[in-house]
């Protein structure tokens, strides 16, 4: 009884070790994987939108820096500013007083280099009776002679700038600043209030132009942003956003113009820029682009699948953004929801 129970077990234990030991062959086809698996996405039905984004800095085009007037025996401290950022400059305008003498704007289009007094002839003395016929502070065929007349119109302009006309010299050049010819506001005040201006670019900018935003184009984004391109400009700070389109594109600097206009007092600031390069409609077909690819032909198809069957479809493709091309046209009709062959 002993021997057949001893029988039993080598048995049972033979017949444990024979379904845990595998040949060779079975070892290595149970280490083969699995059968691949067939990737599919579906068709969809939606908008793609190509786009480049960038930075880009608020500036003035054209723009006008009016330097510091620097005197023998004063420092230049500017103790105010008789305009602000946005608004127009007049002739009349009172730019700044600096080291207690005004800084009078005048559209002259002629730089002043010499102070003037009666009986003073030149170009210069015709260009300022010219620019004071043209504000409508004198009613004289300008002559070149800087005569009682003349004398008179300028002093006004002193008193109506709340300041005391000059003695001697009737007209002091530092006083006044006359290289301008088209209206201009100003876009930028540059030197410090009450402190030593004589170091700074200049005491204030003005420009004939509104507030533009330029951007330096990368390599490889210039072939793609051309004039016309539609762009979106954010603040990022106020959140204020605006609509533009690329007016100029030179070498790789891009100006665009927003709308609405970007106030004069952000000119420096640096915004987050979008173009958009390439858009959909809404009811575009878009499908993956790993789902795409070029038949023997050269023509270019996807691989439709239904249950077992696997129809080739020649497409058309459009925009592609993203990891999605659009299906302009396809042969047979592609529709939302067919599910197409993804390929690895």
């Known amino acids: 009884m002993a021997g057949l129970s001893a029988l039993v077990v080598l048995t049972g234990s033979l017949w444990f070790v024979a379904t845990r030991v595998e040949s060779p062959d079975q070892a290595a086809a149970d280490a083969k994987p699995p059968p691949a698996t067939e990737l599919t996405a579906p068709v969809e039905q939606r908008s793609l939108q190509q786009a480049v984004v960038t930075r880009g800095q608020v500036v003035v085009p054209s723009a006008v820096t009016v330097p510091v007037p620097v005197g023998d025996e004063h420092r230049p401290v500017v103790s105010s500013f008789g305009v602000e950022v946005g608004e127009p400059v007049e002739d009349g305008s009172v730019l700044a007083v600096v080291s207690g003498r005004p800084l009078i704007a005048l559209y002259a289009d002629f730089e002043m280099y010499r102070d003037l007094q009666t009986g003073d002839t030149g170009d210069d003395v015709e260009a300022i009776q010219a620019a004071l016929v043209a504000a409508g502070r004198l009613a004289v065929t300008p002559s070149g002679e800087f005569d009682e007349v003349t004398a008179t119109a300028i002093a006004a302009m002193y008193t109506d700038a709340g300041h005391t006309p000059p003695g001697e010299s009737v007209l002091v050049a530092s006083d006044f600043f006359t290289a301008l010819k088209d209206p201009v506001v100003v876009s930028r005040l540059l030197a410090p209030l009450r402190r030593d201006a004589s170091m700074v670019e200049g005491l204030l900018e003005m420009s004939d132009a509104n507030a533009v935003v330029q951007v330096d184009l990368r390599q490889g984004e210039q072939a793609i942003v051309q004039p016309g391109t539609a762009a979106v400009i954010l603040d990022e700070i106020t959140g204020a956003e605006y609509d533009a389109v690329v007016d100029t594109v030179s070498d790789s600097t891009t100006l665009i113009t927003p709308t609405p206009r970007i106030p004069l007092d952000q000119v420096g600031s640096d915004f987050r820029v979008t173009f958009t390069t390439a858009e959909t409609n809404d ?19 996807v691989v439709q699948v239904a249950g077992d069957d696997h129809q080739p479809v020649r497409i058309t493709p459009g925009v592609a953004v993203d990891g999605f091309v659009q299906i302009i046209d396809s042969t047979p009709d592609l529709e939302v929801g067919d599910q197409l062959v993804v390929w690895p």
């Open 283 to 301: 009811d575009s077909l878009v499908v993956p682009v790993s789902a795409v690819v070029t038949a023997a032909d050269g023509s270019t198809e």
